[in-house]
């Protein structure tokens, strides 16, 4: 297996609505990221997990909640969410926490805020 | 601060036709290079990635070169297909602590028949 599953592909959720984001891997790999990408714009990084911890947080606001439950998964908890929070969310793993081999991407979850 | 910048922002070219896209990046100390397609509302897909000593590397009608001197990329696509409409992303990751990718703009590909 060498991709990352994330599912849904689609939703949509109003401001008051809770959800959760799930990214999974196979592959061994002991790192992984949250992007947040808006049209037309370069992904952002937003959260990076390293052997199930996490180590970066790039200042995202508290309404975004990652977890890492083992090291093949990754959830991205989301709660009171505004209209601009729209926008396409790709989760991507690597071998270790260097990134060196390389950054394998899953097909993101396009998420609409109402 | 490092940058990727990339060139040209969109390009519109018929199918069979060559082109070039660029890459130029201040990211340092260098590590590596990756290009990556990306399709509308899909994530990046990785088409090579290459480190400082390596000058061009090929993958089917996709070669990409790299000039470490002057920090310069570049994404040759041959004979390009309709299904080659996509944007392409340069990323270049750094040595440092944080071991981060700095993502370029894209360039967006429309192959049209």
């Known amino acids: 297996d060498t991709e990352v599953t994330q599912t849904p592909k689609h939703l949509v959720m109003g401001m008051t609505n809770k959800k959760s984001l799930k990214c999974e891997q196979h592959?061994?790999?002991?790192?992984m990221y949250w992007y947040k990408q808006k049209a037309k714009k370069p992904p952002e990084l937003m959260f990076v997990?390293?052997?199930?911890?996490?180590?970066i947080n790039e200042s995202v606001p508290s309404r975004f909640s990652p977890e890492c439950p083992n090291s093949s998964l990754l959830n991205l908890h989301l709660h009171a969410l505004q209209p601009e929070d729209s926008a396409l969310y790709l989760c991507?793993?690597?071998?270790?926490?260097?990134?060196?081999?390389?950054?394998?991407f899953g097909s993101g979850t396009r998420l609409t805020v109402v | 601060k490092n940058q990727v910048e990339q060139s040209p922002q969109s390009l519109i070219i018929l199918e069979g036709k060559n082109c070039t896209l660029q890459?130029?990046?201040?990211?340092?100390?260098?590590?590596?290079l990756r290009w990556y397609k990306q399709d509308t509302g899909r994530g990046p897909v990785s088409l090579t990635i290459?480190?400082?000593?390596?000058n061009t590397k090929s993958n089917g009608r996709y070669t990409a070169t790299l000039d470490a001197d002057t920090k310069q990329s570049s994404l040759h696509i041959t004979a390009s297909q309709l299904s080659d409409s996509a944007s392409y992303i340069c990323?270049?990751?750094?040595?440092?602590?944080?071991?981060?990718?700095?993502f370029g703009g894209g360039t967006r590909l429309m192959v049209k028949p």
């Open positions: 592959m061994g790999h002991r790192a």
């Open positions: 990323v270049v990751r750094s040595n440092n602590a944080g071991n981060m990718l700095t």
């Open positions: 997990y390293s052997y199930e911890k996490l180590s």
């Open positions: 890459c130029n990046y201040t990211v340092s100390p260098f590590s590596n």
């Open positions: 991507a793993s690597s071998p270790r926490g260097t990134g060196v081999y390389g950054y394998t």
């Open positions: 290459m480190t400082f000593s390596e």
